[in-house]
Structures are given as structure tokens and as C-alpha cells.
């Protein structure tokens, strides 16, 4: 490429280098132009030319090379710069886009068989020639039926987790089984809890007292080494175990052939406590006379379940609600505190799937201002998944007293881990309250709350809760496995509420470690059951 300056300077040529015929040729106006004016000009030319010329190459062979103007090749090559297509591909798209749109609100005919995959599907299209309305309706077809066996498909593996997660692992039973065996063959495993001279520490008030139901003795294990490991003060801590009569000789030859000396534990049964009778404890007889209570909790969980209009997550929650611990009088026992410990003044009380990784003592002296109930509150927190929950979560407000009696915005709080003052407590109608919504309930055939005991104690407690810290008890760590790992680390008790127990197979891995630290695995029972690590 050659530049060309009139003698004058008021004309440029620039022709090809091997002397054909000019390509541009621009005259300069005598006036108004610049010599710095003219250089940027051939500058900008200089640097545009090369450019038109790889283009005009790149469309010459792509055979434009017909067009015999700009103009045409303005209408060759703009939509292709642009990442367009012409105007027939642009009709072909808003064509396919109103068929989609049409098949999106028609239902798919019997008379079409669907390939059953993929490949089967692009086989098939090599040989049929299908119309676009009905390769539409096939594709929808196709993706409607793996959407159903998907559907399908995390049903059934929700229901497999309520089903393990309602079973006891083989390794809980052997130990229970062995641990009974001993109590009626050794006497070491019958032996006093705690010693007679030690008696009456069960109701001195100035030690620390906790309490826990449950029917799973390595979970209790858990619940008092982490606590007494825990403590600044072990030999203040006094433990009241209440376990269920089947399990009460394995429970208490366990803690009698393993102290946690210098804490005190004491084991007894439901059955130990002359109060617990039918007449005092409705609740006893309406479960076991209640047959659609009964089948609520243990029948077929698919019966009247429509899976087409309900969700996974929807029938999680609904599994959860029916496990069948909501109806085990040791899960009902906590309402009953003031009058199982008449002589104490404060307790706290923990659920068997907690881990304590903090010094509790500073929990006896918080004020709670004339309350009852020391408890987290569940509406507030960082993690939206757990801390989420209000009155609207657990309660059908679409009944008429439940509407009228409560307020759904309010916030939930937790059980699991609370302080109770029962000075207090024993001035107030709270277990009444309880009795009166839990019978409500059972006459309105569970419609108002279907989610075990925390619903009644929501009721029964309303004016009677002090908030405290979140920092004292996280929760979730058995529904969600994205807990934040540095939040557990802080938290002084840790919650696994929900179906991933620590101590099933279903539980999360990364989790159960800050459980199984306090499993002694070295202990002959553990290891003669096979107890997993």
C-alpha cells in the first residue's frame, strides 16, 4: 500500500503497492485543513485500510465475494460482527419459542411413547421425521417422567431416613442388652447411685443440678461426660437421669461401673416416681387410648399423602413430625419438673442428643426477671435455614383457636437446653395450660399442630420465657449438614435435633466428631457391641 501527496498537499492518493488502481483518493480543502489535521487523518486511514482488507479477505472466501458494493456487503457481514442471524433464523426461533409456549400449557396424549433416553431419542429423530409440536410435546414428556422419578425417588429415600432414624442401631441395643445382663449378675452394676452418704446432695441447692430423660444409654453417656469434662467446677454438678423401665437396669449399671466422680449421678425410672400415674398425668392415658394418635405416629406415612402437591421438603417436615418419640412419656416429662423435684429451686434441663462444650455454671446465675423459662430464641440468628422459626411454623392458624389465641409472627423458642426456675414455675397454671391445648388438639384429631411437645410448651409458656444469649445452645446439627464448623466451636451446647443423630449411620460425618470425643471407645462394653466409631 502506497500514499500519495499532491505537490500542493491538498490531495492524497493511496493505491495498492503493486500499482493497480487507486483504492481512495482525498482531495484537501485549501482551507480549514491542517497539517496536524491532515496527519491524524491518514494516520486513522492507515490503520482502518489494513482492517477492511482482512475483512473484505475473510468474506471473499466465505463466498460474498458476488457483492458488488459496500452496501451489500454491509447486509452480508454486519449480522455475522454482530452475532446475529438473518431474518430466517430469527423467524425459525420466535416459531419454536410459540410452539414451547403452546405444548407448555397441553398435557401430554396417551398415544405418544416416549424414549425411554436420550440416545434412544436422537436414534429415533434419525428416523422419524417429527413435526416441531410433537418433538415438543415429547420433550416435555421425557423431562415431566424423570421430574416424577426424581420426585419418587427423594420420597422414598426420606422415608428410608425416618425409618433409620425411628430405629435403634443394632450397637445401642447389644449395649443395653449386655449392660441389663450385668445389672442382674454383678453386683458393682446394682451398687447405689450415689452412695448413702451422698443422698442428700440430690436436693441441695447449692450445687448445680441437671436433668435428662432418655431411653439410650450411650447418648447419656455423652450428655454427662461433656458436661462434667466441661465444668470449672465438676463437684458441683448433680445429674438426675430419668429413664423408662425396660431401660432402667442398663442405664444405671452403666454409670455405677463408670463414675464421672467428683460429679453426682442419680438414675430413676418412671416407674420409681409414685406421682407419675395415670390420674396425674393425662397425657399417659391419652396416648395410649387414642388410636388415631397411635396410628398418626406408627402407621403408613404415604396413606392420603398426595406427592404430586407436596414437596420433599414439605414432607420432611411432615416425617419429622411423626416420629415417634413425641409420644414417649419421657419426651412429655420436662412439663412435669416442679413436681418430680419438689425440693429444688433451679434446674436445667437437656435433651440426650446434646453435647456441652462449655461451663454451664454461669447459666444458675442469670436473672430471668420472674420468668419460668431461660431459652434461645429460634427467629433470630445468622443461619435463616435454622433460626427461622415462629408460632407459624408449628401451629395451623387456619383453625379458629389457634387464630384467636395466637399471634404467627411471634417468635419460637427452643427446648432442648433450658434454664427453669421452679420457685416460680410452681405459682403459674403452666401444666395445666399444657394439658387443657394438648386434649384440644387430640379432639380436633391433630389438626392444630402436628410437631410433638415443643407446640403445647410454645402455649403453655407464652409470658413465661427469658431470652438468652444464642451463643448458649446451637441447634440443627441433625438436619443440616452446612453447619457453620467455627459457630459450633463457640456455641457452649451443641443441638443435633432433627434425624442425623451422631450415633446413626445417617448422621453427618463432618459433624459427629464433636460427639464421638465423648464416647470412651476403649470401654470393654463399646467394644465387645461394635459401637462405630
Same mark, same amino acid.
Given at each position: 500500500?502506497?500514499?500519495?501527496?499532491?505537490?500542493?498537499?491538498?490531495?492524497?492518493?493511496?493505491?495498492?503497492?503493486?500499482?493497480?488502481?487507486?483504492?481512495?483518493?482525498?482531495?484537501?480543502?485549501?482551507?480549514?485543513?491542517?497539517?496536524?489535521?491532515?496527519?491524524?487523518?491518514?494516520?486513522i486511514?492507515?490503520?482502518?485500510?489494513?482492517f477492511?482488507?482482512?475483512?473484505?479477505?475473510?468474506?471473499?472466501?466465505?463466498?460474498?465475494?458476488?457483492?458488488?458494493?459496500?452496501?451489500?456487503?454491509?447486509?452480508?457481514?454486519?449480522?455475522?460482527?454482530?452475532?446475529?442471524?438473518?431474518?430466517?433464523?430469527?423467524?425459525?426461533?420466535?416459531?419454536?419459542?410459540?410452539?414451547?409456549?403452546?405444548?407448555?400449557?397441553?398435557?401430554?396424549?396417551?398415544?405418544?411413547?416416549?424414549?425411554?433416553?436420550?440416545?434412544?431419542?436422537?436414534?429415533?429423530?434419525?428416523?422419524k421425521?417429527?413435526?416441531?409440536?410433537?418433538?415438543?410435546?415429547?420433550?416435555?414428556?421425557?423431562?415431566?417422567?424423570?421430574?416424577?422419578?426424581?420426585?419418587?425417588?427423594?420420597f422414598?429415600?426420606?422415608l428410608?431416613?425416618?425409618?433409620?432414624?425411628?430405629?435403634?442401631?443394632?450397637?445401642?441395643?447389644?449395649?443395653?442388652?449386655?449392660?441389663?445382663d450385668?445389672?442382674?449378675?454383678?453386683?458393682?452394676?446394682?451398687?447405689?447411685?450415689?452412695?448413702?452418704?451422698?443422698?442428700?446432695?440430690?436436693?441441695?441447692?447449692?450445687?448445680?443440678?441437671?436433668?435428662?430423660?432418655?431411653?439410650?444409654?450411650?447418648?447419656?453417656?455423652?450428655?454427662?461426660?461433656?458436661?462434667?469434662?466441661?465444668?470449672?467446677?465438676?463437684?458441683?454438678?448433680?445429674?438426675?437421669?430419668?429413664?423408662?423401665?425396660?431401660t432402667?437396669?442398663?442405664?444405671?449399671?452403666?454409670?455405677?461401673?463408670?463414675?464421672?466422680?467428683?460429679?453426682?449421678?442419680?438414675?430413676?425410672?418412671?416407674?420409681?416416681?409414685?406421682?407419675?400415674?395415670?390420674?396425674?398425668?393425662?397425657?399417659?392415658?391419652?396416648?395410649?387410648?387414642?388410636?388415631?394418635?397411635?396410628?398418626?405416629?406408627?402407621g403408613?406415612?404415604?396413606?392420603?399423602?398426595?406427592?404430586?402437591?407436596?414437596?420433599?421438603r414439605?414432607?420432611?417436615?411432615?416425617?419429622?413430625?411423626?416420629?415417634? /418419640?413425641y409420644?414417649?412419656?419421657? !419426651?412429655?416429662?420436662?412439663?412435669? %419438673?416442679?413436681? #418430680?423435684f @419438689?425440693? &429444688?429451686d433451679?434446674?436445667?434441663?437437656?435433651?440426650?442428643?446434646?453435647?456441652?462444650?462449655?461451663?454451664?455454671?454461669?447459666?444458675?446465675?442469670?436473672?430471668?426477671?420472674?420468668?419460668?423459662?431461660?431459652?434461645?430464641?429460634?427467629?433470630?440468628?445468622?443461619?435463616?435455614?435454622?433460626?427461622?422459626?415462629?408460632?407459624?411454623?408449628?401451629?395451623?392458624?387456619?383453625?379458629?383457636?389457634?387464630?384467636?389465641?395466637?399471634?404467627?409472627?411471634?417468635?419460637?423458642?427452643?427446648y432442648?437446653?433450658?434454664?427453669?426456675?421452679?420457685?416460680?414455675?410452681?405459682?403459674?397454671?403452666?401444666?395445666?395450660?399444657?394439658?387443657?391445648?394438648? /386434649?384440644?388438639?387430640?379432639?380436633? !384429631?391433630?389438626?392444630?399442630?402436628? %410437631?410433638?411437645? #415443643?407446640? @403445647?410448651? &410454645?402455649?403453655?409458656?407464652?409470658?413465661?420465657?427469658?431470652?438468652?444469649?444464642?451463643?448458649?445452645?446451637?441447634?440443627?446439627?441433625?438436619?443440616?449438614?452446612?453447619?457453620?464448623?467455627?459457630?459450633?466451636?463457640k456455641?457452649?451446647?451443641?443441638?443435633?435435633?432433627?434425624?442425623?443423630?451422631?450415633?446413626?449411620?445417617?448422621?453427618?460425618?463432618?459433624?459427629?466428631p464433636?460427639?464421638?470425643?465423648?464416647?470412651?471407645?476403649?470401654?470393654?462394653?463399646?467394644?465387645?457391641?461394635?459401637?462405630?466409631?
Amino acid at each position: 500500500m502506497q500514499l500519495h501527496f499532491s505537490p500542493s498537499m491538498r490531495s492524497v492518493t493511496i493505491s495498492s503497492s503493486n500499482g493497480f488502481s487507486d483504492l481512495m483518493k482525498i482531495k484537501v480543502a485549501a482551507r480549514h485543513i491542517s497539517y496536524r489535521t491532515l496527519f491524524h487523518t491518514i494516520l486513522i486511514l492507515a490503520c482502518l485500510l489494513p482492517f477492511l482488507f482482512i475483512l473484505t479477505a475473510l468474506v471473499t472466501l466465505e463466498g460474498v465475494n458476488k457483492c458488488s458494493s459496500f452496501d451489500c456487503l454491509g447486509r452480508r457481514l454486519g449480522p455475522r460482527l454482530l452475532g446475529r442471524v438473518d431474518g430466517s433464523g430469527q423467524r425459525l426461533v420466535k416459531d419454536l419459542y410459540k410452539i414451547l409456549n403452546q405444548v407448555n400449557s397441553e398435557d401430554i396424549p396417551d398415544a405418544i411413547k416416549l424414549p425411554k433416553s436420550y440416545s434412544q431419542l436422537v436414534t429415533e429423530l434419525k428416523t422419524k421425521k417429527y413435526k416441531a409440536k410433537e418433538f415438543a410435546l415429547i420433550l416435555k414428556g421425557m423431562m415431566e417422567e424423570s421430574e416424577k422419578e426424581l420426585k419418587e425417588s427423594k420420597f422414598a429415600e426420606l422415608l428410608n431416613r425416618h425409618y433409620a432414624a425411628s430405629s435403634v442401631p443394632k450397637g445401642i441395643h447389644c449395649l443395653a442388652l449386655r449392660l441389663t445382663d450385668e445389672y442382674s449378675s454383678n453386683a458393682r452394676a446394682r451398687r447405689q447411685l450415689p452412695s448413702p452418704e451422698l443422698l442428700h446432695v440430690l436436693s441441695d441447692n447449692s450445687y448445680n443440678h441437671f436433668v435428662f430423660s432418655s431411653d439410650n444409654i450411650l447418648a447419656a453417656s455423652v450428655v454427662v461426660t461433656s458436661a462434667v469434662q466441661s465444668s470449672t467446677k465438676p463437684d458441683r454438678i448433680v445429674f438426675h437421669v430419668i429413664t423408662d423401665k425396660k431401660t432402667y437396669a442398663g442405664m444405671h449399671s452403666w454409670f455405677a461401673l463408670n463414675p464421672v466422680a467428683p460429679a453426682i449421678v442419680e438414675v430413676k425410672g418412671v416407674h420409681q416416681f409414685d406421682w407419675l400415674t395415670r390420674e396425674n398425668v393425662p397425657v399417659l392415658e391419652a396416648v395410649e387410648s387414642h388410636s388415631g394418635l397411635w396410628n398418626y405416629y406408627h402407621g403408613n406415612h404415604l396413606a392420603g399423602a398426595s406427592l404430586k402437591n407436596t414437596t420433599p421438603r414439605k414432607f420432611a417436615s411432615r416425617l419429622q413430625a411423626r416420629s415417634p /418419640k413425641y409420644i414417649s412419656l419421657l !419426651n412429655h416429662l420436662r412439663i412435669y %419438673l416442679p413436681e #418430680l423435684f @419438689p425440693n &429444688l429451686d433451679k434446674v436445667v434441663f437437656l435433651d440426650d442428643d446434646v453435647v456441652i462444650q462449655r461451663d454451664l455454671t454461669p447459666l444458675w446465675n442469670i436473672d430471668l426477671g420472674g420468668k419460668v423459662n431461660g431459652a434461645v430464641e429460634t427467629c433470630k440468628g445468622e443461619d435463616d435455614w435454622v433460626m427461622s422459626k415462629r408460632l407459624k411454623t408449628y401451629f395451623n392458624f387456619s383453625h379458629p383457636l389457634i387464630s384467636k389465641n395466637l399471634d404467627p409472627d411471634e417468635c419460637a423458642w427452643a427446648y432442648g437446653m433450658n434454664i427453669f426456675d421452679l420457685r416460680a414455675w410452681r405459682d403459674t397454671n403452666i401444666k395445666d395450660r399444657y394439658h387443657t391445648w394438648l /386434649k384440644e388438639n387430640l379432639k380436633s !384429631n391433630l389438626t392444630m399442630w402436628k %410437631l410433638g411437645t #415443643l407446640p @403445647p410448651a &410454645l402455649i403453655a409458656f407464652k409470658g413465661y420465657v427469658h431470652p438468652i444469649d444464642s451463643s448458649w445452645h446451637m441447634l440443627g446439627l441433625g438436619y443440616q449438614n452446612n453447619t457453620n464448623i467455627e459457630s459450633i466451636r463457640k456455641a457452649a451446647v451443641i443441638h443435633y435435633n432433627g434425624q442425623a443423630k451422631p450415633w446413626l449411620e445417617i448422621g453427618f460425618e463432618h459433624l459427629r466428631p464433636f460427639w464421638t470425643k465423648y464416647v470412651n471407645y476403649s470401654n470393654d462394653f463399646i467394644k465387645n457391641c461394635h459401637i462405630p466409631k
